[in-house]
């Protein structure tokens, strides 16, 4: 296991590499050149320097064996100083991802070890030009050879789409069709039949290599079957989701927050109409203390998960990772866009950076799954729950946060509750009508879901907190104090939102009659979810002054509001 001092000296020697080989300048050169900066992957990849990649490889492969708690943290550490570089570190480690959890012992120790003691690349050949969200339809081929009766390799016949570190890998995991369905190949570069196509001209992350591949009869040894058996892909690709999406939902909390971290310190020094924008209330809780509540959020549950999935008792958690994926990387966008518009049209300019990081994190809502995939998964899987508990899913999360709230007044937890409470009663609705089969509405219900889980998460934080007892590597950049302020913003945005969005969708789906209307106003608690408003404003003045380090020279802090 990595210590935390361990982890803070990896931490501290990305952050140093950065500043040396990354400053912003040559960051903005190299996406203006749209180039990869090949020989900086290979060195953060190689062991004898940076090492990344040491941190993903189990140690009995020689590598550290970094928790996915560790492995976030990295992530989130990467996507501050460049996303393009983040995401062609993470493509190896997405490529071998197939081979730490499905290969044979020989396998892993062949591949895992090579990336452990040479650095070297891979790349994750899963999206082809027909089948990106719907990997079902794959076309790829891997047509079995024989020998005296005997497989003795393939011959795959493709294409692939989209692939990051395309043209740069040493070697490529492929997502291709046996005969009994699809398995994972690894192909190394430049065997015959394989050829990548020149790098995409992308929108954001350009400092990272994208291209797509052509697989024409290419041969393989029957021992680059990963794991030995044939239609074992799609499996073996589930079986990491929870952990992948951790990784990229780090990735969208990284970016968000290096935007905000610079759009911070410019409103302090950007005077207009006499004082600096940091003291003007309708900049920060606009452009910034949203943001930052909805980014917190995100990492709390980020946290929960990687721990729980650390934990190793409840599977690979993968609805919990598209909670995660999905909240972090559309906050992190949002934030991005926000700190554009803060820094007007400066931010407009590439000078300033926010303007990259806009660009940059866009991808982090498409890649590893899309945001509506990720509403799609998380809707069904509780919608199941929500089934399968007779309605009372929900209903039991709010009583827990009720019972949180009899402890922790104010970290947000009885405003949770409500947002659980009125959930339970939206999903209710919507099975007693059926509206379910309104795709539109399943998705906005895993917004609801997503935006509900995160509320609790982010108020259990606050209580940890409270108690001293927060995980030792968790990010300890707010305080108990700062931390329930958040809580209690979030929640109140999370309660709002789906009752009010609940009530539009259901009724929008033609779920309530005129008679029903009232009745199910009340039981979405709307009265009690406008009470909890109150407050709203001075939790947001707090946070802004925790931010713009005026909290010691307030008087007072708020009284801590419950619901
Ligand atoms: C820069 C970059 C790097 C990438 N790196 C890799 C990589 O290394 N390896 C790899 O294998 N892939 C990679 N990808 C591919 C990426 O994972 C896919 O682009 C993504 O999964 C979406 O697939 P698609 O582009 O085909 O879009 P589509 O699946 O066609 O989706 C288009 C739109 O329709 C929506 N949609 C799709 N299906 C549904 C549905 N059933 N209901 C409602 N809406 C739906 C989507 O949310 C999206 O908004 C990369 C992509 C990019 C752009």
């Given at each position: 296991m990595i210590t935390k001092k361990t982890l803070n000296l990896s931490l501290k020697s990305l952050r140093d590499f950065a500043k040396k080989r990354l400053p912003d300048q040559d960051l903005i050169d190299l996406d203006n050149r749209d180039e990869c900066p090949v020989e900086i992957v290979r060195h953060m990849s190689n062991p004898d320097n940076l090492g990344i990649q040491l941190l993903f490889i189990p140690e009995e492969y020689g590598?550290?064996?970094?928790s996915t708690f560790d492995v976030y943290l990295i992530c989130e550490q990467m996507a501050r100083i460049d996303l393009g570089v983040a995401t062609s570190l993470f493509a190896t480690f997405l490529g071998s991802d197939p081979i730490t959890f499905g290969a044979t012992p020989e396998q892993k120790k062949k591949w895992l070890g090579r990336i452990a003691e040479e650095g070297i690349l891979f790349a994750y050949g899963a999206t082809e030009p027909d089948a990106g969200s719907d990997l079902g339809a794959l076309k790829t081929t891997a047509d079995r050879v024989e020998k005296d009766g005997k497989i003795v390799g393939y011959k795959i016949n493709g294409s692939k789409q989209?692939?990051?570190?395309?043209?740069?890998?040493?070697v490529y995991t492929i997502l291709a069709n046996t005969a009994v369905g699809p398995s994972w190949f690894i192909v190394d570069k430049g065997v015959p039949g394989f050829t990548y196509d020149k790098p995409e001209d992308k929108h954001g992350i350009r400092l990272s290599n994208t291209a797509a591949l052509a697989l024409d009869n290419v041969y393989v040894d029957a021992?680059?079957?990963?794991?030995?058996?044939?239609?074992?892909g799609l499996l073996q690709a589930q079986l990491v989701f929870g952990y992948t999406r951790v990784m990229v939902a780090a990735f969208g909390l990284g970016a968000g927050w290096a935007a905000l971290d610079r759009a911070i310190p410019y409103s302090t020094k950007r005077i207009q109409a006499g004082s600096p924008?940091?003291?003007k209330q309708g900049y920060t809780h606009k452009l910034i203390v949203p943001h930052v509540a909805r980014l917190e959020a995100a990492r709390s549950y980020i946290e929960e998960t990687a721990q729980r999935i650390d934990a190793?008792?409840?599977?690979?958690?993968n609805t919990e990772g598209a909670i995660a994926k999905y909240m972090a990387t559309e906050a992190g966008d949002a934030a991005a866009d926000a700190s554009i518009q803060a820094l007007g049209g400066y931010g407009y300019t590439h000078e300033y950076m926010v303007e990259k990081i806009s660009r940059d994190v866009r991808i982090t809502r498409i890649y590893e799954g899309t945001s509506e995939i990720m509403e799609m998964t998380i809707s069904r899987d509780r919608w199941q729950l929500h089934l399968k508990t007779r309605g009372q899913h929900y209903h039991d999360q709010a009583r827990e946060l009720e019972a949180l709230d009899l402890q922790h007044?104010?970290?947000g937890a009885g405003i949770a509750a409500l947002a659980a409470h009125a959930l339970a009663e939206v999903m209710e609705k919507a099975r007693a009508a059926r509206l379910t089969r309104y795709q539109h509405i399943l998705l906005r219900l895993g917004e609801l879901i997503a935006y509900t889980e995160c509320a609790g998460s982010l108020a259990r934080r606050a209580a940890l907190l409270a108690e001293g007892k927060l995980y030792e590597k968790a990010n300890d950049r707010f305080d108990a104090t700062a931390a329930a302020a958040l809580g209690r913003i979030f929640a109140r945005d999370a309660a709002l939102r789906v009752a009010e969005e609940g009530l539009r969708w259901v009724c929008g789906a033609g779920g309530v009659t005129d008679s029903d209307m009232a009745a199910f106003e009340t039981a979405l608690g709307l009265h009690a979810i406008h009470r909890a408003q109150a407050g709203l404003i001075a939790d947001m003045d707090y946070i802004a002054d925790v931010l713009y380090s005026r909290v010691a020279k307030r008087e007072e802090v708020p009284a801590l509001v419950g619901a």
């Open positions: 590598g550290m064996g970094g989209w692939i990051s570190n395309g043209g740069i890998a040493d021992d680059r079957l990963v794991g030995g058996v044939e239609g074992q924008l940091s003291e190793g008792t409840e599977g690979s958690l007044p104010g970290v």
